[in-house]
Nanobody, 116 residues
């Protein structure tokens, strides 16, 4: 199994930047598709970005051009670089890992607040 721990959340001003990290424990990290999701009160959890084990990238329309997902398999870590942050980006951000025929895992989340 895999355990995921997010870090890097906090309070930033509109237009600022923040980098989230997702540290994974367990074996087989390079075989997992990694993703970042976010959720605000009263709304469904939504996909922000995904990076598949083969390297393909997917972004939600709302963050294209502003967010960048990456991974370092030598460190068992996935990242979400966020720039030009807007108040609408305020949410709890969750790390996700999926591996075919193995399972799906979630972190507990880290809060990002964009406000002046």
């Amino acid at each position: 199994q895999v355990q995921l721990v997010e870090s890097g959340g906090g309070l930033v001003q509109p237009g600022g930047s923040l980098r989230l990290s997702c540290a994974a424990s367990g074996s087989g990290f390079s075989f997992y598709d990694m993703g970042w999701y976010r959720q605000v009160p009263g709304k469904q959890r939504e996909l922000v970005a995904r990076i598949f084990s083969g390297g393909r990238l997917t972004y939600a329309d709302a963050v294209k051009g502003r967010f960048s997902i990456s991974r370092d398999n030598t460190k068992n870590t996935a990242y979400l670089q966020m720039s030009s942050l807007e108040p609408e980006d305020t949410a709890v951000y969750y790390c996700n890992a999926v591996r075919l025929r193995t399972g799906e895992y979630w972190g507990k989340g880290t809060l990002v607040t964009v406000s002046s």
